[in-house]
T-cell receptor, first 112, second 113 residues
Framework: GEDVEQSLFLSVREGDSSVINCTYT??????LYWYKQEPGAGLQLLTY?????DMKQDQRLTVLLNKKDKHLSLRIADTQTGDSAIYFCAESIEGSARQLTFGSGTQLTVLP | DAMVIQNPRYQVTQFGKPVTLSCSQT?????MYWYQQKSSQAPKLLFHYYDKDFNNEADTPDNFQSRRPNTSFCFLDIRSPGLGDAAMYLC????????????FGNGTRLTVT
């Protein structure tokens, strides 16, 4: 069965780097996603990575994928107060009618 | 420009009074989804449409129904809302299954009094 796990909370100081971790169990996962949710809002797609990639970088965001350990991480460089939100990782399988499986979300708090 | 639009942002209904939430998309995506999200939890998929094909999740209560009259619009009908149905309802779209990311609307916060 599929399962995606994340730690619930992370606090960092403004200007530091944040690293949000995620583990998943389904080795068939094809795509892995990071979504950001601000209070009272929907989910905003931040970035995603195909399972044959190890790393993807997009401005302040770096995604690392360790497929052997089924571990995904999101690093936010120079974290700002506007980065405070809940971050969800999710995984899907190409061609599968099974939909996205979300983790429980990590609440990132950025302290001034 | 908003691509997945949900109306209204906030909806208040009375216990047992039917309510409809709406979603529209400008992306021309094949798949439209409805998720329920309760406080401090991950979104939970209720059902989705692939084009006109309706796919219900096994644990979605019968109280929840959906309609997709055309590519652009999808509705969530709650026939007899209970207090436990108070939640954020999120609509999302994707081009296909599993190979393209989901794009979410801003959600409708439902309150049941």
């Amino acid at each position: 069965g599929e399962d995606v796990e994340q730690s619930l909370f992370l606090s960092v100081r403004e200007g530091d780097s944040s690293v949000i971790n995620c583990t998943y169990t389904d080795s068939s996962s094809t795509y892995l996603y990071w979504y950001k949710q601000e209070p009272g809002a929907g989910l905003q797609l931040l970035t995603y990575i195909f399972s044959n990639m190890d790393m993807k970088q997009d401005q302040r965001l770096t995604v690392l994928l360790n497929k052997k350990d089924k571990h995904l991480s999101l690093r936010i460089a120079d974290t700002q107060t506007g980065d405070s939100a809940i971050y969800f990782c999710a995984e899907s399988i190409e061609g599968s009618a099974r939909q996205l499986t979300f983790g429980s979300g990590t609440q990132l708090t950025v302290l001034p | 420009d908003a691509m997945v639009i949900q109306n209204p942002r906030y909806q208040v209904t009375q216990f047992g009074k039917p309510v409809t939430l709406s979603c529209s998309q400008t992306l021309n995506h094949n798949v439209m989804y409805w998720y329920q999200q309760k406080s401090s939890q991950a979104p939970k998929l209720l059902f989705h449409y692939y084009d006109k094909d309706f796919n219900n999740e096994a644990d979605t209560p019968d109280n929840f129904q959906s309609r997709r009259p055309n590519t652009s619009f999808c509705f969530l009908d709650i026939r007899s809302p209970g207090l436990g149905d108070a939640a954020m309802y999120l609509c999302a779209t994707s081009r296909d299954h599993g190979t393209s990311p989901l794009h979410f609307g801003n959600g409708t916060r439902l309150t049941v009094t």
